[in-house]
């Protein structure tokens, strides 16, 4: 967008000196790991606490990247792809810089779940939808797919099952204010497209947050793979 402030946003990576912040079992000992996004104006210690509840006393680590002015990327989900730039490619590299972080420390990539809130579930699911593999899962809290159109064939492997049945929770309101009820369905179409074994999971009059649920569905998950 032209004239547009970028904020915290300036450069071509303005979220790569953020911190990863780390909790639950060292890497070293752990069975699995959780990459958590926070979402827009939150903090990486708070989606940190969201994977305590859903880790609860297994030995599972916790990565969850800082964005800058804890704010991915300045415009909603659903603006055309360009006006979230640099911010969305930005965060995408960051959370593959923590799969990595995981995978570098000895946990298989089907050990590793993925996930996020709000913003943080959008940039969750477009990170493994643009780097399909097998997970150890995918948990979209209230969130979907980025951009003003999302549809399979604009995912270069949809119809390949390149998630190799990645089991996949997503959850929201059915009059969430900020994520169309329609889009959580998009989004489910191209993770089912893409391979994926897809829990959707539509809340009549919840708003926009998290429900017990959907921490006890994510947290059956993460029992799987500890």
């Given at each position: 967008m032209t004239g547009r402030d970028p904020g915290p946003h300036a450069g071509d990576d303005p979220h790569g000196d953020e911190p990863l912040v780390t909790a639950g079992a060292s890497l070293d000992d752990a069975a699995a790991a959780l990459v958590l996004v926070h979402g827009r104006g939150a903090t990486a210690r708070s989606v940190v606490d969201l994977g305590e509840r859903l880790a609860g006393d297994r030995e599972v680590a916790i990565l969850a990247p800082a964005a800058a002015g804890?704010?991915?990327?300045?415009?909603s989900f659903l603006a055309p792809v360009a006006d979230n730039e640099p911010g969305r490619s930005s965060?995408?590299?960051a959370v593959g810089a923590a799969v990595d972080r995981a995978v570098d420390a000895g946990i298989a990539r089907d050990r590793v779940l993925v996930g996020g809130f709000s913003q943080g579930a959008c940039l969750a699911s477009e990170f493994v939808a643009r780097n399909p593999t097998r997970y150890g899962g995918l948990a979209v809290f209230s969130g979907g797919l980025i951009g003003e159109t999302v549809a399979v064939d604009g995912y270069l492997a949809a119809g390949d099952d390149p998630l190799a049945g990645t089991p996949t929770f997503v959850g929201c309101s059915d009059i969430d204010p900020h994520?169309?009820?329609?889009?959580?369905?998009?989004?489910?179409d191209v993770l089912e497209a893409l391979g994926a074994d897809v829990d959707e999971r539509i809340y009549e009059g919840m708003g926009h947050g998290i429900n017990d649920d959907e921490v006890a569905a994510v947290s059956e998950l993460v029992a799987s793979l500890a």
């Open positions: 804890n704010t991915w990327y300045p415009n965060g995408l590299r994520i169309p009820e329609e889009r959580v369905h998009e989004t489910t």
